[in-house]
């Protein structure tokens, strides 16, 4: 399932952008010299990607849902700042009944 969100989420990204596992079922997306509407659009594609994957060696009527939570970043912010604010509406998109992206 990992690999599968991975390869559906890498496909949207730009050369410059870094997707990486963050723990468990989540993943960092970094995207500089990115604003936040262009980040929302990316979240947006990636989100319609995964929402139209179907894994059939697991399950072919299973749906795979998609929270995320994005910012840019403040200047002078610290990255663990970022990401806590990221992650703080990655959470909020989960509590919110799950496929939905949410700025902080």
Same mark, same amino acid.
């Given at each position: 399932? /990992?690999q599968?969100? !991975?390869?559906?989420? $890498? @496909?949207?990204?730009?050369? =410059?952008?870094?997707?990486?596992?963050?723990?468990?079922?989540?993943?960092?997306?970094l995207?500089?010299?990115?604003r936040l509407?262009e980040?929302l659009?990316? /979240?947006d594609?990636? !989100?319609?990607?995964? $929402? @139209?994957?179907?894994?059939? =060696?697991v399950?072919?009527?299973?749906?795979?849902a998609?929270?995320?939570?994005?910012?840019?970043?403040?200047p002078l912010?610290?990255?663990?700042?970022a990401?806590s604010?990221?992650d !703080?509406a990655m959470y909020r @998109?989960?509590?919110?009944g799950?496929?939905c992206?949410?700025?902080a």
């Open positions: 399932m /990992l599968s969100f !991975a390869r559906e989420a $890498g @496909a949207t990204l730009r050369v =410059a952008d870094t997707l990486a596992r963050w723990g468990g079922e989540e993943f960092l997306l995207m500089p010299d990115t509407d980040a659009a990316v /979240l594609r990636i !989100a319609a990607r995964i $929402g @139209a994957m179907r894994i059939d =060696a399950d072919p009527l299973l749906a795979v998609f929270s995320a939570g994005v910012t840019a970043s403040r912010e610290r990255f663990d700042e990401i604010r990221a !703080a @998109a989960k509590a919110n799950r496929n992206v949410l700025a």
